[in-house]
């Protein structure tokens, strides 16, 4: 099994930055892609950013580019991800997600989520 835990959520004015942090314990399969989701309230979960294992790739949805920045620290088992110019349209739970892809065999796992919240 794997466990996802979030950190780094908050309050912050619109324009300001926060940093969440994901850190991966338990049975981590070396090949694997992190990412974050988000969920506003009456929405539903929608993809916000994702890297590779190795760290040489990563992909952002359309209204983050420019804006987020995921990293990774393989050594810690950690996902960051570096919220800058934030808009109250940010405003939601953000979850870490970990998938492991071996063969036709897909697993996702997810974090508990931290409630970000960006006020006008």
């Known amino acids: 099994q794997v466990q996802l835990v979030e950190s780094g959520g908050g309050l912050v004015q619109a324009g300001g930055s926060l940093r969440l942090s994901c850190a991966a314990s338990g049975s981590i399969v070396h090949s694997n892609r992190m990412g974050w989701y988000r969920q506003a309230l009456g929405k539903q979960r929608e993809f916000v950013a994702s890297?590779?294992?190795?760290?040489?790739?990563?992909y952002y949805a359309d209204s983050v580019k420019e804006r987020f920045t995921i990293s990774r620290d393989n050594a810690k088992n950690t996902v960051y991800l570096q919220m800058n110019s934030l808009k109250p349209e940010d405003t939601a739970v953000y979850y870490c997600?970990?998938?492991?892809?071996?063969?036709?065999?897909?697993?996702?796992?997810w974090g508990q989520g931290t409630q970000v919240t960006v006020s006008s």
């Open positions: 997600n970990l998938r492991t892809i071996i063969g036709p065999k897909v697993d996702n796992y």
């Open positions: 890297i590779t294992s190795s760290g040489d790739t990563t």
